[in-house]
């Protein structure tokens, strides 16, 4: 029903910068929001970053204070993609990065229905 992609992970250095994409099978964006997560070995999954939207309209973002200034959530219907665009990045920002559908705008990892196989980010020292 829903396939999504993440691509654009790599390793950088710190103060480094990476842009994220999720692109998502065509009729996704008309059901569902989309958000980032981030998740590390042995801990859960962390909320990243959130689109307050639903279908084609846009109505805000939200972001995890960690990130908030550094990071920017957005989307592109017409390449039914979303992005993540990491500036300023530090060590503390390694993980897998998720792209995850939810029904409604959620921070909470549990709301989601669907989400991409992850893509890895690593900031070295």
């Known amino acids: 029903q829903v396939h999504m992609v993440e691509s654009g992970g790599g390793l950088v250095q710190a103060g480094g910068s990476l842009r994220l994409s999720c692109a998502a099978s065509?009729?996704?964006?008309?059901?569902?929001?989309m958000g980032w997560f981030r998740q590390v070995p042995g801990k859960e999954r962390e909320f990243v970053a959130v689109?307050?939207?639903?279908?084609?309209?846009?109505?805000?973002?939200s972001y995890a204070d960690s990130v908030k200034g550094r990071f920017t959530i957005s989307r592109d219907n017409a390449k039914n993609t979303m992005y993540l665009q990491m500036n300023s990045l530090k060590p503390e920002d390694t993980a897998v990065y998720y792209c995850?559908?939810?029904?409604?705008?959620?921070?909470?990892?549990?709301?989601?229905?669907?989400w991409g196989q992850g893509t890895q980010v690593t900031v070295s020292s």
């Open positions: 065509g009729r996704t964006f008309s059901t569902y929001s």
């Open positions: 689109l307050t939207a639903l279908g084609w309209y846009d109505y805000g973002t």
């Open positions: 995850g559908a939810s029904s409604t705008p959620s921070t909470d990892a549990r709301r989601y229905d669907y």
